[in-house]
């Protein structure tokens, strides 16, 4: 499977992106009973968990975008989406989604969140 990310950019603080990811050379099953996550790396530090939504549609987030973020999922599009409201300088980083199934990661989309 291929992931494709996309959506991020430059933003001052408190504002708000939307990131989305396509998955493409994937049945829509596996698709569907895939978890799909977002992760982050910041320049300097290593990458960590941002957010993952499951096949059951549980979401689960890192303590430090909750309330701020949501993860969703589309099954008939293969996309995953995350969206970023309230954007502090300290989400600056690179974004990547991931499916779990296939440990597969997209190549990442730049997130700049200026003061």
């Known amino acids: 499977v291929q992931l494709q990310a996309s959506g991020g950019g430059s933003v001052q603080v408190g504002g708000s992106l939307r990131l989305s990811c396509t998955a493409s050379?994937?049945?829509?099953?596996?698709?569907?009973?895939?978890?799909m996550g977002w992760y982050r790396q910041a320049p300097g530090k290593e990458r960590e968990f941002v957010a993952e939504v499951t096949d059951s549609g549980a979401r689960n987030y890192a303590d430090f975008v909750k309330g701020r973020f949501t993860i969703s999922k589309d099954n008939a599009r293969r996309r995953v989406y995350l969206q970023m409201d309230g954007l502090k300088p300290e989400d600056t980083a690179v974004y990547y989604c991931r499916s779990t199934v296939t440990n597969s990661w997209g190549q990442g989309t730049l997130v700049t969140v200026s003061s």
């Open positions: 050379g994937v049945i829509l099953s596996v698709f569907w009973s895939d978890n």
